[in-house]
């Protein structure tokens, strides 16, 4: 059997590794460099425990309230396009505890297997920069703590083992040097992980070039049909042919799923990020600085600190004051955050948002022979293994797990 992934993003990536597994022929087609979007472009944080919605109970309060700053983590950029009206309309549909709950039980199943997953491409040979330090949440504030710490508590009904604590404020400054005095405290889980991203998708595009899957970069991709009415892929000129096709785009994907007349409901939810040097004195472990949503995460050769959603149209450019506020919430959490004498240039990365907070991963309304696994809006690294099989379960018949109506491209109205 044959199969085209379009994006080699890490879903689609991870797509190709699985389906050549699984004994397909595969083609992975991207208009840039394998992992040079998104996909390099975030935390690198593999966390069953933060599987949840990002429509949550109480977002719009907070949404509202952060509107007014120019540096806030969170924003819309407002438009009256039907489409991104739409779109919010659901989101907020969905900020429901019931809707909420029920999303948080997908993802948490979805994601219970891909700590032994990324174990198993480790031992495949597919190279990475992975940690398993425990990851350490700062609150300002104790009401948020509290809040925080019942989700966690849900989550340990939802995945096996899962094991966390409270640092009280008093005891943060002993375990978390350099933490500013008077915080409320601290949350720790343990069983998460942190990866270096790039460093990801460069060892799976390594291990499908070692395993035969074959690599078309540097054309955009088109699906057209082709007289005898099956699907092809156009690119560079080139016509390729294959069984089934994947849509692994990002935030393009709907960009592609025009060429069989198809969407889904897709929004890009821009992140900026910078890499600071490593310096003495610098944190140790992943952190997550809860109010400002901002995560830390130390690196072998840096310190990662990335964060802010802002909710809009595909557009890849820096707002420097957005990007600023990330650096400039540091001194909230940290006494004495080891001096940038001059900030780098920061990145940004577009995360795929569905309404509902749920990856799409599932056959095009369209077209039985095209697939779609997009919208994994926060959580594209901690979920590309187990997204990558469910894929290749589908396309090679085999029993696909569970949830996968909930999963389904055609749950949104359009
Ligand atoms: C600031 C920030 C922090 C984050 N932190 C985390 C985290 O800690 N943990 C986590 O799990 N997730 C995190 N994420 C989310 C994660 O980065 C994304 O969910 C994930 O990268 C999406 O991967 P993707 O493969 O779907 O998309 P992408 O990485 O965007 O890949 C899509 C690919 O499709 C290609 N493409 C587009 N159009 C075409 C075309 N016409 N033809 C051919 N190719 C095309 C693009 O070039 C690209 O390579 C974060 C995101 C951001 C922005």
């Known amino acids: 059997m044959k199969t085209i992934v379009i994006g080699a993003g890490a879903i689609g990536l991870s797509s190709a590794y699985y389906l050549r597994k699984a004994g397909t022929e595969v083609t992975v087609v991207d208009q840039a460099e394998p992992g040079s979007k998104a996909s390099a472009h975030n935390a690198g944080w593999v966390v069953p425990s933060m599987s949840v919605p990002v429509p949550a109970p109480g977002m719009l309060p907070q949404a509202l309230k952060w509107m007014t700053r120019r540096d806030s983590p969170l924003y819309v950029t407002p438009s009256l396009n039907p489409r991104f ?36 491409m480790a031992s495949d040979g597919v190279l990475f920069e992975s940690h398993t330090d425990p990851l350490t949440m700062l609150y300002t504030n104790s009401e948020n703590l509290q809040k925080h710490a019942t989700e966690l508590e849900e989550m340990e009904e939802h995945i096996p083992g899962f094991k966390w604590r409270t640092i009280p404020g008093n005891d943060l400054v002993n375990e978390c040097p350099f933490v500013r005095k008077g915080l409320a405290g601290g949350l720790q889980t343990f069983g998460d992980r942190s990866l270096d991203p790039a460093s990801l998708t460069r060892g799976l595009t390594a291990a499908c070039r070692r395993d035969g899957v074959d690599f078309r970069i540097g ?3 088109k699906i057209r049909i082709a007289g005898n009415g099956s ?6 000129g080139e016509v390729l042919r294959a069984d089934k096709i994947v849509v692994a785009a990002g935030v393009w994907t709907n960009k592609i799923l025009a060429d069989i007349g198809d969407r889904v409901s897709l929004l890009s939810g821009k992140g900026y990020g910078y890499d600071l040097p490593l310096k003495a004195g610098g944190p140790q472990f992943p952190m997550y600085l809860a109010e400002a949503k901002v995560a830390i995460t130390p690196l072998s050769a840096k310190v990662r600190i990335a964060g802010t959603m802002g909710f809009g149209g595909i557009n890849e450019q820096i707002n420097r004051v957005r990007a600023q506020g990330l650096l400039t919430s540091l001194p909230r959490y940290f006494e004495d955050w080891p001096s940038i004498t001059t900030p780098p240039e920061p990145w940004t990365g577009l995360r795929p948002m569905t309404p509902d907070g749920l990856p799409i991963i599932g056959t095009s309304r369209k077209r039985s022979d095209v697939l779609i696994a ?24 085999e029993n696909a797990s569970r949830h996968l109506s909930s999963l389904a491209a055609d749950r949104f109205r359009l």
């Open 85 to 120: 009206l739409g779109f919010m309309l659901e989101m907020l549909r969905n900020c429901t505890p019931v809707r909420f709950e029920a999303g948080l039980e997908v993802l948490a199943h979805l994601s219970s297997d891909t700590l032994q997953l990324f174990d198993d």
């Open 219 to 221: 054309h955009p991709a």
């Open 231 to 236: 699907a092809e892929v156009e690119v560079g």
């Open 374 to 397: 997009t919208g994994h809006a926060m959580l594209g690294v901690s979920l590309a293994p187990p997204t990558g099989k469910l894929i290749a379960e589908m396309v090679t018949g």
